[in-house]
């Protein structure tokens, strides 16, 4: 097995793929080494101590180094967790399926929706969709549509998308401007 990696925007994350399917539908992000206990690949890369955030992708891996270390000394380790993972067939989740966490539940939305915007709601998400995530997933992350109110979309970046220095231009030059160029009821794209 030959595990690929790739550069993001990101200089604290690194994109790994290991040419095989890691989630089967939708994404997760792990950004603290209590909730990589759901996970023992997200866990075994915190235990490394020199990981902050671990995010699994349809076909990739994306990992966020802390600040101060160097990847030419943790990129052998997360490939060798990465190696020992998929060779032995194990599990990517403890006792649940990647299912439980590929759709955000109602509740994650920040704002409370009008019923009145269910067109407007649904046309941001389709462009999401097909737009906008095919994109920040070749960057290494996703993006999390959390509400739309009074012209104002809520939008959260994960995975190596999250902390990434050109995050803010990339939803405020990038997909503000496609939002508000397809639906004209946009007015605002903020991180939530």
């Known amino acids: 097995m030959f595990i690929e990696t790739e550069t993001t925007p990101n200089p604290a994350s690194l994109k790994f793929l290991p040419g095989r399917p890691v989630m089967t539908a939708g994404t997760r992000e792990f950004a603290s080494p209590e909730a990589a206990e759901a996970s023992p690949l997200a866990q075994a890369l915190f ?42 067939n194990a599990p990517l989740f403890a006792g649940t399926t990647a299912a439980d966490f590929a759709v955000p539940a109602e509740s994650d939305l920040i704002v409370e929706e009008d019923p009145a915007d269910v067109d407007i709601v649904a046309q941001i998400n389709e462009l999401l969709e097909t737009r906008v995530r095919p994109a920040v997933a070749g960057d290494g992350g996703d993006i999390v549509y959390r509400g739309y109110r009074d012209g104002i979309v809520h939008l959260q970046m994960q995975g190596a998308c999250s902390g990434c220095p050109s995050s803010t231009a990339t939803l405020k030059h990038g997909i503000e401007g496609l939002l508000k160029h397809y639906v004209p009821e946009v007015r605002e794209v903020r991180a939530a």
Do not use: M, Y
């Open 47 to 88: 235990d490394t101590g020199e990981v902050v955030n671990v995010f699994f992708g349809g076909d990739f891996i994306a990992v966020t180094a802390a600040p101060g270390v160097d990847w030419s000394q943790l990129k052998p380790q997360v490939v060798a967790i990465l190696l020992d993972h998929f060779v032995s």
